[in-house]
């Protein structure tokens, strides 16, 4: 978490016990979900989004053998954008987005 969320953030998870420490290491905002007992939502913090997102990232990354490093960030752009698009015709979405913000 060092280096990726600074010691005010709110931070939001499961149950999972390597998240206990949190508090210990500075982190005083810290909001648990509990799977356990059929809590998927307490709050603000809805964890099975950022869960979904990842089952399906992985999914679609999985289908590249070997990655280069350096391209990594445009290959999880495209499964950000693809994710908060699922269900949709993309190409009418692109053509919107590239009429706004033409490569010219």
Same mark, same amino acid.
């Given at each position: &978490? ?5 010691? %005010?953030?709110?931070?939001?998870? %499961?149950?999972? !016990? ?5 508090? %210990?290491?500075g ?14 939502? !307490? ?18 990354? +999985?289908?590249? !053998?070997? &990655?280069?490093?350096a +391209? ?11 994710f ?15 009429r706004? !913000?033409?490569?010219?």
């Amino acid at each position: &978490m060092r280096g990726h969320a600074t010691l %005010d953030s709110v931070i939001y998870s %499961d149950g999972w !016990r390597g998240y206990n420490s949190l508090v %210990d290491v500075g982190y005083g905002k810290h909001l648990r979900v509990d799977h356990g007992r059929d809590e998927f939502v !307490r709050d603000k913090a809805h964890i099975n989004g950022i869960e979904g997102f990842w089952g399906f990232a992985k999914s679609r990354l +999985t289908r590249f !053998r070997r &990655m280069k490093k350096a +391209t990594f960030y445009l290959h999880l752009k495209e499964c950000e954008f693809r994710f908060n698009h699922r269900g949709q015709n993309l190409y009418p979405v692109l053509l919107i987005l590239c009429r706004k !913000r033409p490569l010219n």
